[in-house]
């Protein structure tokens, strides 16, 4: 058995998104199983490989494309390949799996469903994109052998919609690598980026786009500073909000935010150990990898009721589900900010090793070859 990745991704990039950590973890437990790996991403080659993803082997199709882009990409490069009945076709998006649909008759197909992305398309690509991304989602899910939705709620809204995958569908949920992502020294790792031991720091760790809402995280946190001394709010990551959200923060004269701007998968756990709360207020998600990684670096949450966020973190006492009001959701970071002490919840990111979840999507695997 050998699996075949689909993802718009570079490998060689040092800073990635949840989806490319979700395929690194699950590659990096097959291997420990023997399990080839190959990962059909985008950009160009590179002299010195990226160390974070040594896991895949690597076919590069296109330059950097957008996602219609390269399905068609994908279409000239999977003719110039033979897959063995062996090799089992693993997309991250269901029209991405089109191409091997079309191409291949003796594989099996398999489609990671990360939330309701169809939902996603309507919203930022507009009503004629949306119909389209409908249509192609609609003949993957006809073809494809097995469905992993990655939450609860992603599962219901699918099987409401396309009640003849009811049989094909199963619920898997995201790992998150608790050996990279853990407690480290607060005062060390503080020291490190310039922050002082009295600093109460908010951080967002994400996409600068539109469904992450940031906008509402930085309004709320105008609210927390008139009631919180040395209170700042850390932004991690790029996208094409973010000279919006720079201009929005000028224009209105609000101090202590920082734009981190993308940086390094390696750097990530360190500025989550640098922090007191994580803030979270996406419009929609299936299940945000980062809330996990949060969680592993003991990092209490405040967020809004998106994807699988409630079933994490409920009951873990430290965290909090907001609602998408600025006043309730500002409440709830002073909260945490004033009552952060012995909070636990590494032991709850623990349940989703990679080890474990990993297991869980092998045994799916081998049931579609007939090994299970």
């Known amino acids: ?23 690194m973890n699950l590659s990096t437990f097959l291997k420990t199983q023997k399990i080839e790996t190959i990962l059909c991403g985008v950009g160009k ?27 068609f990409a994908l279409f000239r490069k999977l003719k110039t390949l033979k897959l063995s009945r062996e090799t089992i076709i693993h997309a991250q998006r269901p029209d991405m799996l089109i191409p091997a649909i079309c191409l291949f008759r003796k594989t099996k197909f398999v489609c990671s469903l990360h939330g309701a992305h169809d939902k996603a398309v309507f919203d930022k690509k507009g009503f004629v994109n949306g119909v389209i991304y409908s249509f192609l989602q609609r003949i993957a899910f006809k073809y494809a052998d097995l469905l992993i939705a990655v939450d609860a709620e992603t599962k219901s809204y699918y099987l409401k919609k396309y009640s003849f995958i009811k049989d094909k569908i199963q619920l898997v949920p995201i790992a998150v690598d608790t050996d990279k992502f853990c407690v480290m020294d607060k005062k060390i790792i503080r020291g490190k980026y310039g922050f002082l031991q009295k600093d109460k720091i908010i951080i967002f760790v994400g996409r600068l786009e539109k469904e992450k809402n940031v906008k509402f995280i930085i309004d709320s946190f105008t609210h927390v500073q008139k009631k919180t001394e040395n209170v700042k709010l850390l932004l991690v990551g790029a996208g094409r909000q ?8 000028s224009q209105k004269g609000i101090e202590k935010i920082i734009f981190k701007g993308e940086v390094a998968n390696e750097v990530i756990p360190e500025l989550l150990n640098c922090a007191d709360v994580f803030a979270f207020s996406s419009l929609y998600e299936g299940s945000p990898t980062v809330i996990k ?16 966020v409630k079933s994490v973190i409920n009951g873990l006492e430290g965290c909090f589900l907001a609602k998408r009001e600025i006043k309730d959701f500002s409440l709830k970071l002073i909260n945490v900010l004033n009552n952060k002490d012995n909070f636990k919840g590494r032991n709850k990111a ?21 090994k299970g």
Do not use: H, W
Request: proline content about 3%.
């Open 293 to 308: 990684e949060a969680l592993a670096c003991n990092i209490p949450i405040v967020s809004v009721d998106v994807g699988d």
């Open 45 to 71: 080659q590179q002299s010195k490989k990226n160390e974070i993803f040594s896991e895949f082997k690597q076919i590069l199709v296109d330059d950097n494309p957008s996602n219609y882009k390269y399905i």
């Open 350 to 370: 623990l349940e989703f090793n990679s080890e474990s979840v990993g297991q869980m999507t092998l045994n799916l695997y081998k049931k579609l070859r007939g």
């Open 242 to 249: 973010e000279e919006e959200y720079k201009l929005y923060v």
């Open 1 to 23: 058995m050998r699996i075949f990745f689909l993802e718009n991704e570079n490998p060689y990039r040092t800073s990635s998104g949840g989806i490319m950590s979700y395929l």
